[in-house]
């Protein structure tokens, strides 16, 4: 295997060769329910775990573009490019909750590469719409 390669190898070239390659997932700014709000981070819903990861830090903004690479316990689709994560100005707690996150045994199952019909439902959700004030339309 070459190990000069996006995923494997972090030179600069390799960097930039994944943040082209990486797909964009939207990021939310937040802390989890109970989390103290000095832990306020950017969220981003994983399609492959069917879960939240938490990015960044304290610094981020609405309209920041970040590239990470993923949480994810496997190898997915995001472990070669990583991300990019397109911050909204959508609050975490506005979507956090609409989303049905994988249990403990579905990520163990994720992990272990078996791929039930109840884990692609949860992989086939969709973030809520986007209300117009959070994309420049009118309300």
Not at 19 to 48: M, N
Not at 78 to 101: D, F, K, S, W
């Amino acid at each position: 295997m070459n190990e000069h390669q996006p995923g494997s190898c972090f030179c600069r070239e390799c960097r930039l060769r994944a943040r082209l390659a990486a797909p964009t997932l939207y990021g939310f700014l937040g802390k989890q329910p109970g989390e103290p709000e000095v832990l306020r981070q950017v969220f981003a819903w994983c399609t492959w775990c069917a879960t939240w990861h938490r990015h960044g830090d304290q610094t981020n903004q609405p309209g920041d573009i970040l590239h990470r690479y993923p949480h994810c316990t496997t190898d997915s689709p995001y472990t070669q490019t990583g991300y990019l994560i397109a911050v909204t100005n959508i609050p975490l707690r506005e979507v956090y909750g609409r989303m049905r996150r994988a249990s403990s045994a579905q990520l163990m199952a994720i992990g272990d590469g078996r791929i039930t019909p109840a884990i692609e439902r949860l992989r086939a959700q969709v973030l809520p719409v986007l209300r117009p004030q959070y994309h420049g339309g009118r309300t």
